[in-house]
């Protein structure tokens, strides 16, 4: 096995282990303010994070290409309340058209 | 069937084909990042979060190595030990049904489940997303994966644009208050400031490290503002 498929396989038994550490927390310390509120402010900023890496960015360099259509086409969608699928439908249609026309790299 | 077909089986359901379906994105990414099919098929059997999969060809995608992918993907996967911890909360799960309930805790059999009113609809809610979303996910993991290889640039496809719609489409629903879009927006700054300066991957890992330090130093103030300076006026008046 090539070592990528060791780190795979490291990162899906850790993915496992830490779902299940979850149903092994007393629910005494399910109830406090610092675990919540460290939770709901990780998953905002972890997501935001991943919008801008995935937008962005190429390698180490920050770029403006069709990517950012997409970003605008998702969140007009997301402002009419469309389904998640016509969301990121709407992204990828923004992508291919701003490609297809030329006005995006 | 009437027993079946629930408002929440029916929510379930439908997040499940939705969700299912950018398994295809997934597969065809995951190829274009320089994965093989087993490495995929198996990110999605065994890993089974969608952010922390592309976390992880994401890192790789972008040039990064094993351990840094493995690091991003990880961290991005903490948030399912709380989506556990109110699983266990509310459904109140034997010990058996532990095990396959920790595998399908994922963001959206938890928010199908805390969306519910009724104990027996939130139980319903999370088996038929958490199975649901399994099932097609693993199934369009597969297709795009066997397409993706002669799909060839993702691009071509809108695919990262896709990508982008997905991890904005998650986010969004969040933005519930000012709070929260401001430690997005931070968020972002502190990604895109750390992008040209540091390896790929390592921009996830610092701002989580940020958002953490920062919650841990806001919640503190409340329980002193509220449960102490009322304890001490408790005590105060006791003779």
Redo the contacts between chains.
């Keep these: 096995m090539s070592?990528?498929?060791?780190?795979?396989?490291?990162?899906?038994?850790?993915?496992?282990v830490?779902?299940?550490?979850?149903?092994f927390?007393p629910?005494k310390v399910?109830d406090s303010?610092?675990?919540?509120?460290?939770?709901?402010?990780?998953?905002?900023?972890?997501?935001?994070?991943?919008?801008?890496?995935?937008?962005?960015?190429?390698?180490?360099?920050?770029v403006l290409d069709?990517?950012i259509?997409?970003?605008a086409?998702?969140?007009i969608?997301?402002i009419f309340k469309a389904?998640?699928?016509v969301?990121?439908?709407?992204?990828?249609?923004?992508?291919?058209l701003l490609?297809a026309t030329g006005l995006a790299a | 069937m009437t027993k079946f077909l629930t408002p929440a089986t029916k929510m379930g359901l439908s997040i499940s084909i939705a969700t299912g379906l950018y398994g295809i994105s997934f597969g065809a990414l995951s190829i274009a990042a320089g994965l093989n099919l087993w490495q995929t098929v198996a990110l999605s059997a065994l890993m089974f979060t969608g952010g922390s999969q592309f976390a992880f060809i994401g890192v790789i995608s972008g040039g990064g190595a094993g351990p840094a992918a493995f690091s991003a993907a990880s961290l991005l996967g903490v948030r399912n030990a709380v989506y556990g911890m109110q699983i266990k909360q509310t459904l109140r799960p034997r010990g058996v049904e532990v095990p396959w309930m920790a595998q399908v805790t994922i963001d959206e059999s938890t928010a199908v489940s805390l969306g519910q009113v009724q104990s027996s609809e939130k139980r319903r809610g999370f088996i038929t997303t958490g199975l649901g979303v399994y099932i097609l996910w693993n199934l369009f993991t597969l297709v795009g994966a066997l397409l993706g290889e002669r799909m060839g640039d993702p691009a071509v496809w809108g695919l990262d644009g896709a990508a982008v719609a997905a991890f904005i489409g998650l986010l969004w629903p969040r933005l519930t208050s000012v709070q929260p879009a401001m430690i997005a927006v931070a968020a972002a700054i502190v990604t895109a400031l750390a992008v040209p300066l540091t390896a790929a991957g390592l921009p996830i890992l610092i701002t989580a490290l940020c958002a953490a330090l920062y919650a841990v130093m806001t919640v503190r103030k409340k329980p002193r503002a509220t449960e102490h300076s009322k304890l001490e006026r408790v005590n105060e008046d006791r003779p």
């Design positions: 070592e990528l498929s060791w780190w795979v396989l490291a990162a899906c038994l850790t993915a496992y830490i779902k299940l550490c979850g149903y927390v629910r399910l303010p610092l675990m919540t509120h460290v939770a709901s402010t990780l998953t905002v900023a972890l997501l935001a994070s991943l919008v801008t890496v995935n937008a962005f960015t190429s390698g180490q360099e920050l069709a990517r259509g997409a970003l086409a998702a969140i969608a997301l389904p998640y699928l969301v990121v439908l709407a992204g990828a249609l923004a992508a291919v490609r």
